[in-house]
């Protein structure tokens, strides 16, 4: 199994109480940390407002932080889970990503999504289309992406863009252009989309729907022709690691109060459910953690992204994952 890390930038309140101008250098460090450590890859969210409710906590641009961190790491691939394919110009961020890849000396990872945060598209002017709508603006994306990063010039009309002769120059330096990793368990038309272009796909839940869900590309593969072996299978895990049951919990239990000044009693419930709930796999005991991801390693898993809520405040728990928990699975 292969494994990768996100870094905090404020949209799961993962940065209050730290001042603005320490953010920065808060995340910096961590992906410092990532670079210089066992992780594969380095990840941002692409969100513009806090959630599960929106605030006027810091919430960090995905691609500026992208062009930063291609700057200030060397080796780690760097990813976004996932860009929204509504927020902006395909052709437009077809370029951006290319040159986040030479910036980065070829370590990009494009991931890209249907969007489903109603309350930020509004707020940023977007509407909120309707979903089939947004899966077509997806679909015509992804088909942009695969056309300028292969002639570096791109022309297309479709129902959601239409594109005159782009010019996508420089190319991305990685040969065949930024992998692309589509992110979404939508049965119909997500899967549908990945098993045709993505070179990963990214859907979670527990072990019963991704043995589902990993059926359903499987037959998406079929339909089209596609080799669904060729297809990486990932899903993120929120990630609160101890020793002990006992230090998992005052983990949780710090996570809960930090949060809830922000959030109100009834919504702090429901925040900590994906760390208390069913799907919650990455949050145990190294014994506990170590055991569900070997489960999802035979179901097919292939590639584990961590969130750690606490890694701006602190990063033992990291450390449990990185010197107990992936060498037993790597």
């Not at 060397?74 to 890849?101: E, F, H, I």
């Not at 979404?184 to 991704?210: C, H, M, S, W």
Request: net charge negative; proline share 5%.
């Amino acid at each position: 199994m292969r494994f990768g890390l996100f870094v905090p930038q404020g949209w799961r309140f993962d940065l209050v109480g730290i001042p603005t101008e320490d953010h920065w250098s808060t995340m910096r460090s961590i992906a410092a940390h990532a670079d210089a450590g066992v992780w594969e890859s380095v990840w941002v969210y692409d969100h513009f407002h806090t959630t599960p409710v929106p605030s006027e906590e810091a919430t960090h641009e995905a691609w500026t932080l992208m062009s930063a961190l291609a700057a200030s790491t060397s080796r780690v691939r760097l990813g976004q889970m996932c860009t929204c394919a509504g927020y902006r110009n395909p052709a437009y961020l077809a370029k951006v990503a290319a040159t986040v890849d030479a910036i980065s000396g070829g370590r990009v990872e494009m991931g890209i999504g249907g969007g489903w945060y109603e309350h930020e598209w509004r707020a940023y002017g977007y509407g909120f289309p309707a979903i089939g709508d947004r899966l077509g603006m997806l679909d015509e994306t992804v088909q942009i992406f695969r056309a300028a990063w292969t002639d570096g010039v791109v022309s297309h009309q479709g129902a959601h863009f239409t594109l005159d002769g782009a010019i996508v120059r420089p190319l991305p330096l990685q040969p065949g252009g930024i992998p692309i990793w589509v992110a979404g368990g939508g049965e119909k038309v997500t899967l549908r989309i990945a098993a045709q272009y993505a070179d990963y796909t990214n859907f979670g839940g527990t072990p019963e729907e991704f043995d589902h869900k990993s059926a359903v590309l499987r037959a998406h593969c079929d339909r089209l022709g596609r080799d669904f072996g060729t297809i990486t299978r990932t899903t993120n895990y929120g990630a609160v690691v101890g020793e002990t049951e006992s230090e998992v919990e005052d983990r949780l239990r710090i996570i809960e109060e930090r949060v809830a000044p922000h959030l109100g009693e009834k919504t702090t419930e429901t925040f900590m459910q994906a760390y208390r709930g069913p799907n919650a796999l990455g949050v145990g005991t190294v014994e506990q953690v170590t055991e569900r991801l070997a489960d999802m390693a035979a179901r097919g898993l292939d590639y584990s992204i961590f969130y750690a809520p606490e890694a701006a405040y602190d990063l033992s728990g990291i450390r449990l994952l990185e010197e107990r928990v992936i060498p037993a699975l790597s």
